[in-house]
């Protein structure tokens, strides 16, 4: 079992920057591809950016591309999700996940293993 823990949330004016966090614990953390998704309030869960294993590729979604950033540091057991020129639909709650498939583009949250609890992103006016 992989426990997944998000900070780094909360309000920014649109045009800011935010940098989320996710520590894992357990030792093998570098088995699992990592990635980002978010969940505004009245829609579906939704993939923001993805990681491989050793941090070579990263993947996202088409309106965050160019402002987000994701990577990771596996000898701390964390993935980052650096997020600049906020919008204000970049509203939601932020969540990291872990999975251990291979050969995927990991972009479906039915790929994820572990979630985290979540963490609040609002991006004001």
């Known amino acids: 079992q992989v426990q997944l823990v998000e900070s780094g949330g909360g309000l920014v004016q649109a045009g800011g920057s935010l940098r989320l966090s996710c520590s894992a614990s357990?030792?093998?953390?570098?088995?699992?591809?990592m990635g980002w998704f978010r969940q505004a309030p009245g829609k579906e869960r939704e993939f923001v950016a993805a990681i491989s294993r050793g941090g070579v590729v990263a993947s996202y979604e088409d309106s965050v591309k160019g402002r987000f950033t994701i990577s990771r540091d596996n000898a701390k057991n964390a993935v980052y999700l650096q997020m600049n020129s906020l919008k204000p639909e970049d509203t939601a709650v932020y969540y990291c996940?872990?999975?251990?498939?291979?050969?995927?583009?990991?972009?479906?949250?039915?790929?994820?293993?572990?979630w985290g609890q979540g963490t609040q992103v609002t991006v004001s006016s």
């Open positions: 996940a872990a999975t251990s498939r291979y050969g995927t583009p990991w972009m479906a949250a039915l790929d994820y293993d572990y």
């Open positions: 357990g030792r093998t953390f570098s088995i699992y591809a």
